[in-house]
């Protein structure tokens, strides 16, 4: 995008860190990086990222960028895959992308990526049994996540132009285990107590929990690795 600044909302810490930030994350304060880029670590759910979204609209940013993780419900989509949707499904609406600013980032990107829609829901999407259905319901959404929709709904009642940058986490035939949602918080930190408890209960998720930890790595890397094209987009003019 030709724009001065660029809002990003990121729901994790850990999607937010891979802008190489340095010290403790703020989740109550809008974060510079850069001069062109204002990110806002809003925590899981619409509500969340419909409040972050606001605050960077407020803030005077040119466009925002949903940033951050995905579930897959194509089942060809694996971990670390990229997608750059084209539109965006959330409570019964659609809204397409900015399709200038996308074409010119997917363009400097040096790694592939796939098209189509994300669609939005307001819970976690965790079994393989929601995923298959949403499928059927929206066969040309590629992945699954909670906030994409809430930032569209925000960027279009405010005229704002936005884009959307996902990296898959867990394949549509996976289901993730329960002490994968229960132990973290809303920016997805662990909780020891929660997660020892839940190990406790169910020892046998330990496994997938730890295959799970590296799908997401490989998922960060992706995001690391498109970061600096988002930031030269920030800087054109």
Known sequence: MHGAR?????????EARVFSLAGALSHDA???????ILLCVSGMGPERATAAAYRLIAAGVDGLVSWGTVGALRPERKPGDLLLPETVFWA????????????????????PFHAG????????????????????????????????????AAAHGADTPFIVIRSVVDPADQSLPAVATASVDAYGR????????????????LSTLLGLGGQMQKALRT????????LHAGRAA
Do not use: N
């Open 92 to 111: 019964g609406q659609c809204w397409s992308v900015d399709v200038a600013w996308r074409g010119g980032l997917a363009k400097s990107l040096s790694i």
């Open 223 to 230: 995001l690391r690795t498109v970061a600096p094209s988002l």
């Open 6 to 14: 660029i809002g990003v909302v990121v729901a994790l810490d850990a």
């Open 30 to 36: 809008l974060i510079e990086v850069g001069e062109h």
């Open 190 to 205: 662990p909780q020891a107590l929660r997660l020892a408890r839940g190990l406790l209960r169910h020892p046998a998720e």
């Open 117 to 152: 829609g994300v669609l939005s829901v307001d819970e976690p999407c965790g079994s393989r049994a929601a995923k298959a259905a949403f499928l059927v319901d929206y066969p040309s959404a590629q992945g699954v996540d909670m906030e994409s929709g809430a930032i569209a």
